[in-house]
Each structure stands twice: as C-alpha cells, then as structure tokens.
C-alpha cells in the first residue's frame, strides 16, 4: 500500500515538474513573440473602432461633405469600391464585418531583432469563418492572376503539418484561430514553433516590456513599445545617430534636444493613441532621471530639469501659439560641446555678424543674457485697412514675447538696437530697390511701442495687390517688464493692451512639469487659408497641372477636412522619471 502510494506520488511529482519546466503553450501575441522582440505594436479591438469611427457624428459630417461627394466621383476611388464589393459579395459578409471575423482578438505588429523579421497577428473569434474566407480570398487572386496571365501569387508550401502561402520568404498561415503574416522565412518558422511547441521564455518574460506595460491604459485604441538599446547598437546609421543623443545644429538642439537627451540612455519607450469625448490623443513616453540630466541641457529643461513653458497670451482669435522653457543665451555659450566642427564654424561665423549688427553687444551673453528663459510665440490672422496697401498674399501676423531681466537697462539698448537695425536694412532695401521704412514711436498707457512702417510708392498707397512686404511692419514694444517683437505695429498693440495679457500658467498633471506647449487653432487656419484662396488654386494648377476647376475642387476640400477640426496642441512634459510628448487632436463638438 505504501509502495503503490509513493508510486503514484513519484508519478505526480514528476509530471507535475516537467509541466513547470516545459515551454507554455502560448495564448496571447505578447506569449507567442520572442523574447528578442525590439517592436510591439497593438491594436486590441479593431472592428470596436471601426464601428467607433464609423458611428461618430465627425464620420456623419464627412459623408455628407461635397468633399467625400466628389472623392467618390473619382475613377481610381470608384475602382476601389467595386472590388471591395466584389469581394464582398465573395465572402458572403461586409468588409467591416471580416475585420471582425479576421481580427476580433486583437492585431499585433512586431520586428524580431534575431532573425529581423516582421510579424504581423490577428486573432480571429471564429476560426471556421476566418480559414474560409481566406481560402475565397486565395481563390480569387490566383484567378485575377490566371485571367491576367500572371504567376500563382500563393505558392503553398508546409511546415510541421502547418500549411502556407506566399513568395520570397514572406507569406502567410493559419493556426486555430491565429493569422500570421511574415516578411521571412525564419521567423515563420519561429512563430510556427510557438504555436505548435510554446516558447521556454517569451517577450512576456522580458523585463523591460514589463516596465513598459506599466503605462498602458484601458483607455488605449493602439499600443506600441520599442525597446531602444539593440536599435542604439546596430547598424543602422540615422536610428545610431537618433538614439546617440548628439544635434548636428542649433535649430534641431533647439528644438528636439531635450528628447534626444532622453532618448541617449532610455531602455524603451511606448506610444499610445487614445480618444476621449471628441479628442485624440498620441502619447509617446521615455523614461528620463531628472536627477542624471546633462549640464549641457539645462538650457533645455531648466535646472534640475523643471524649467517650465512660459505663462500664455490668452487672446481670443489667436492662429497659434508656442510657450516653451529654453535658455538660448546658455545653449549658445555651450555651442562646442553640443554640435559638431562645422555646425561651431557657422555659429562663429553668425556670431561675428550679429555682434557688428548689434553695435558690438556680445550677441548670446549681452543680447540674449538680457532675457529669462521663458518666451511665447504667438500668430492671427491679419485684416488690412481701406487706406493702407493689400498685399496679394496675406501672411499672418507673428510675435515674440519675452522677459527682461533688467528693463530699465534692456529697454533703452532695444530700443536704440532696433532703430540702429531699422536704418541698415533701409540702406540695404535702397540699394536692392525696396521699399523704405519710416520710423514711428508711439506712447500707450500699457507701455512704449517703436515702429517701422514701409512707404508705398505713390499711385499705391491702396493697391489690392501689394508686394509681400505690406505684410510687415516690424514693431518693437515694451511694457513693465515684458518685451514684444512683432511683425506688426497693430498685432503689437493688441498684445501690448490686451485686458488677458497677464496669462496663465500651464501645469501638466501631478508633478508634471509643461516644458513646451504649441497649440494651433484649425478654424483660423482655414480663415488665413480662405484669404489665400486664389494664390492657393493658382500654385496647384502650375504645381499638379490641374484646371481651375480641379484645384478649386481639391483647395475647398481642404478646407472642408479643416473644419472637422477644433484645435490641436502639442505639449512636451516632464516629471522625475519620464519625459512626455502628447499630441492632441479636438474634433468639432458632436452635435
């Protein structure tokens, strides 16, 4: 009795350790991909958000829209739709009811650094379903192909009792419910054995996509994760550069510095995009220590990494608006450790002009030193007055808002800087057969603003269709503290008297901290493009050879997708382990 119980528990003992010890059958994409996975992207849902998108009152408003009208006139979109019902009526159901049949559990993208393969897998809810209407979509390519007298598209081929179809390596396969589609025979072949046998350790057992999956959401239509280090040593030359954390000049170190500051030493990093009531989102994250920041950044996040936007012009009828935290005065001093020989030549060079145009004021400590780190950069739409030449092209208006460290000294060197600069580029524009600027100097309650107005040839002075110039009348303002550079006097004014000129300060959330933000609102976009109409048909005849008439079609379409939009921002943010870069699309509001 004793010898048949320990038998019997020798028995279970063992096979219980080797189902411990044996590779797990996977279930999930994230258990059927290798451990070696440098790409993961997923889609969870997918025929969820078709049907989302198809049912949104936005989807409504394209339908009835000239635009979609007139797209479905055009013979290539007509071709389409009479394949895609063909094959419709082929598989006996709707194109959105297939997405559902061949991608109900999910569809997963992956880039294997091993065998540098990519991996595509849908996961169907009816495996019936999803073998036949892959078996009617082979069939009618190998007769589009016989009928056209083309080569069989799907060579079949078999692998462990697993049969597929394709060419060159690449193809595709059906497992149970599993569609895999692959760009190389041996991570077929690899993906194959994970079906069939398991995998002893997978992407599910990495610890770096662990720490990655900490920040997806449920709220996420599509998920995406890159693990950064195997792309940081291989051969590839641009994503080696990306990921070195090096700008080869000024106006991407301006820019993108910070992101690739993180990018140089992050293990991964995900993007998501989300939908919340009528916004968009894509949110791309990197993990970044604020306590290992570089010296050699701080002018891009500020010390200990908490430099924040400055405060905004909130003014309503506002084009765009960009708030951000760099301290140019400090990145330009750190030209020689940030950029290469010859990107160090140029600034040398530009340094040199710039000190002679600003009477001999060193240009990055004297000129730039003069201003916090903190600016705004605003536009709007310009209107011209009856009296005052038109341009033909109307640009909008733009600004450059900052803070004086010491007003009272920096106000009067401006002020002399920019008359001193008004007259040179007089001298030049004489030279060149330009026209003239005539100073102006103007006291408000709010402040000083210094003018430069351009004089109109006579028989001009109300032409509709001015020279380009007449966009421009570049103004220099100051008030209390604040210093305004605009490319109009009258934009000036109204930044200059605004009742909200004070602003808000932006937050992110928690313990973020808002290093840049831009934000464009789409339906004066649409306006500044409006005033442009014509300008715009006549580069699109000249540019795609259209007729009038076309162009005028295809410019009023644009402006119809414009106004499905309310606005769109982009924010860069930091907190003490990530830097975050969130873009932000505004549908129109439903109805």
Same mark, same amino acid.
């Given at each position: 009795?004793?010898?048949?119980?320990?038998?019997?528990?020798?028995?279970?003992?063992?096979?219980?350790?080797?189902?411990?010890?044996?590779?797990?059958?996977?279930?999930?994409?994230?258990?059927?991909?290798?451990?070696?996975?440098?790409? &993961?992207?997923?889609?969870?849902?997918?025929?969820?958000?078709?049907?989302?998108?198809?049912?949104?009152?936005?989807?409504?408003?394209?339908?009835?829209?000239?635009?979609?009208?007139?797209?479905?006139?055009?013979?290539?979109? =007509?071709?389409?739709?009479?394949?895609?019902?063909?094959?419709?009526?082929?598989?006996?159901?709707?194109?959105?009811?297939?997405?559902?049949?061949?991608?109900?559990?999910?569809?997963?993208?992956?880039?294997?650094?091993?065998?540098?393969?990519?991996?595509?897998? =849908?996961?169907?809810?009816?495996?019936?379903?999803?073998?036949?209407? +892959?078996?009617?979509?082979?069939?009618?390519?190998?007769?589009?192909?016989?009928?056209?007298?083309? #080569?069989?598209?799907?060579?079949?081929?078999?692998?462990?009792?697993?049969?597929?179809?394709?060419?060159? @390596?690449?193809?595709?396969?059906?497992?149970?419910?599993?569609?895999?589609?692959?760009?190389?025979? #041996?991570?077929?072949?690899?993906?194959?054995?994970?079906?069939?046998?398991?995998?002893?350790?997978?992407?599910?057992?990495?610890?770096?996509?662990?720490?990655?999956?900490?920040?997806? !959401?449920?709220?996420?239509? *599509?998920?995406?994760?890159?693990?950064?280090?195997?792309?940081?040593?291989?051969?590839?030359?641009?994503?080696?550069?990306?990921?070195?954390?090096?700008?080869?000049?000024? @106006?991407?170190?301006?820019?993108?510095?910070?992101?690739?500051?993180?990018?140089?030493?992050?293990?991964?990093?995900?993007?998501?995009?989300?939908?919340?009531?009528?916004?968009?989102?894509?949110?791309?994250?990197?993990?970044?220590?604020?306590?290992?920041?570089?010296?050699?950044?701080?002018?891009?996040?500020?010390?200990?990494?908490?430099?924040?936007?400055?405060?905004?012009?909130?003014?309503?009828?506002?084009? &765009?608006?960009?708030?951000?935290?760099?301290?140019?005065?400090? =990145?330009?001093?750190?030209?020689?450790? +940030?950029?290469?020989?010859?990107?160090?030549?140029?600034?040398?060079?530009?340094?040199?002009?710039?000190?002679?145009?600003?009477?001999?004021?060193?240009?990055? $400590?004297?000129?730039?030193?003069?201003?916090?780190?903190?600016?705004?950069?605003?536009?709007?739409?310009? *209107?011209?007055?009856?009296?005052?030449?038109?341009?033909?092209?109307?640009?909008?208006?733009?600004?450059?808002?900052?803070?004086?460290?010491?007003?009272?000294?920096?106000?009067?060197?401006?002020?002399?800087?920019?008359?001193?600069?008004?007259?040179?580029?007089?001298?030049?524009?004489?030279?060149? @057969?330009?026209?003239?600027?005539?100073?102006?100097?103007?006291?408000?309650?709010?402040?000083?603003?210094?003018?430069?107005? &351009?004089?109109?040839?006579?028989?001009?002075?109300?032409?509709?269709?001015?020279?380009?110039?007449?966009?421009?009348?570049?103004?220099?303002?100051?008030?209390?503290?604040?210093?305004?550079?605009?490319?109009?006097?009258?934009?000036?004014?109204?930044?200059?008297?605004?009742?909200?000129?004070?602003? !808000?300060?932006?937050?992110?959330?928690?313990?973020?901290? /808002?290093?840049?933000?831009?934000?464009?609102?789409?339906?004066?976009?649409?306006?500044?493009?409006? #005033?442009?109409? *014509?300008?715009?048909?006549?580069?699109?005849?000249?540019?795609? @050879?259209?007729?009038?008439?076309?162009?005028?079609?295809? /410019?009023?379409?644009?402006?119809?997708? +414009?106004?499905?939009?309310? $606005?769109?921002?982009?924010?860069?943010?930091?907190?003490?382990?990530?830097?975050?870069?969130?873009?932000?699309?505004?549908?129109?509001? *439903?109805?």
């Amino acid at each position: 009795m004793n010898a048949f119980f320990d038998s019997r528990f020798l028995l279970f003992a063992l096979t219980s350790l080797a189902l411990l010890t044996s590779p797990v059958q996977a279930q999930t994409a994230i258990e059927l991909l290798p451990e070696t996975t440098v790409i &993961f992207a997923e889609v969870q849902h997918p025929h969820q958000l078709v049907e989302s998108v198809l049912a949104h009152p936005v989807s409504r408003k394209v339908q009835d829209s000239n635009a979609y009208r007139e797209a479905l006139k055009d013979p290539n979109a =007509m071709g389409f739709l009479f394949v895609v019902r063909f094959i419709e009526a082929q598989i006996g159901m709707p194109w959105q009811k297939a997405i559902e049949t061949l991608a109900a559990g999910g569809v997963t993208i992956a880039v294997d650094s091993r065998t540098e393969g990519v991996v595509a897998l =849908m996961k169907s809810n009816d495996p019936e379903k999803l073998a036949s209407t +892959l078996d009617k979509v082979i069939q009618l390519a190998r007769s589009d192909a016989e009928n056209k007298g083309e #080569d069989d598209p799907f060579e079949e081929r078999e692998y462990r009792g697993l049969k597929a179809y394709g060419k060159d @390596g690449g193809g595709f396969f059906v497992y149970e419910d599993w569609l895999i589609l692959v760009n190389k025979a #041996d991570t077929a072949r690899d993906i194959a054995d994970a079906l069939l046998d398991g995998r002893e350790t997978s992407l599910a057992d990495s610890e770096t996509f662990q720490e990655a999956l900490q920040h997806k !959401t449920s709220e996420d239509i *599509s998920w995406a994760f890159v693990e950064t280090e195997p792309l940081r040593r291989g051969d590839n030359d641009d994503l080696r550069k990306l990921f070195s954390g090096i700008a080869d000049n000024p @106006g991407g170190e301006f820019i993108l510095g910070g992101i690739l500051e993180a990018l140089k030493d992050a293990p991964y990093l995900t993007a998501s995009l989300s939908a919340k009531n009528d916004t968009l989102t894509l949110d791309l994250k990197i993990p970044f220590e604020r306590t290992s920041l570089s010296e050699n950044r701080e002018h891009f996040f500020g010390p200990r990494g908490t430099g924040h936007a400055a405060e905004t012009q909130e003014i309503s009828g506002l084009l &765009f608006s960009i708030s951000a935290y760099r301290y140019v005065s400090e =990145m330009w001093l750190r030209a020689g450790d +940030l950029f290469d020989a010859k990107a160090n030549d140029n600034l040398a060079q530009a340094d040199s002009t710039l000190t002679t145009l600003f009477s001999g004021k060193d240009f990055a $400590e004297d000129i730039l030193g003069a201003l916090e780190p903190t600016f705004q950069i605003v536009g709007m739409r310009q *209107s011209f007055s009856e009296d005052r030449p038109t341009p033909a092209i109307k640009i909008p208006a733009f600004a450059l808002l900052a803070e004086m460290k010491d007003p009272e000294t920096t106000t009067r060197e401006f002020r002399r800087i920019f008359q001193s600069f008004i007259g040179f580029l007089n001298i030049v524009g004489a030279m060149e @057969g330009q026209p003239q600027y005539e100073l102006g100097q103007l006291q408000l309650d709010e402040g000083e603003i210094v003018s430069a107005t &351009f004089i109109p040839e006579v028989g001009e002075e109300t032409a509709r269709d001015a020279k380009i110039h007449f966009n421009f009348s570049p103004t220099l303002a100051f008030s209390g503290n604040q210093l305004i550079l605009a490319s109009t006097t009258d934009f000036a004014r109204t930044l200059i008297t605004s009742d909200d000129s004070g602003g !808000t300060e932006k937050t992110g959330d928690s313990d973020q901290v /808002i290093n840049t933000l831009a934000e464009v609102s789409l339906p004066e976009l649409q306006r500044v493009l409006a #005033d442009n109409e *014509s300008h715009l048909i006549a580069q699109n005849m000249l540019k795609e @050879g259209h007729s009038q008439e076309e162009a005028k079609r295809q /410019i009023r379409t644009l402006f119809e997708i +414009l106004n499905l939009f309310e $606005e769109a921002s982009l924010q860069l943010l930091t907190d003490e382990h990530h830097v975050d870069l969130k873009l932000d699309v505004v549908l129109q509001p *439903s109805e």
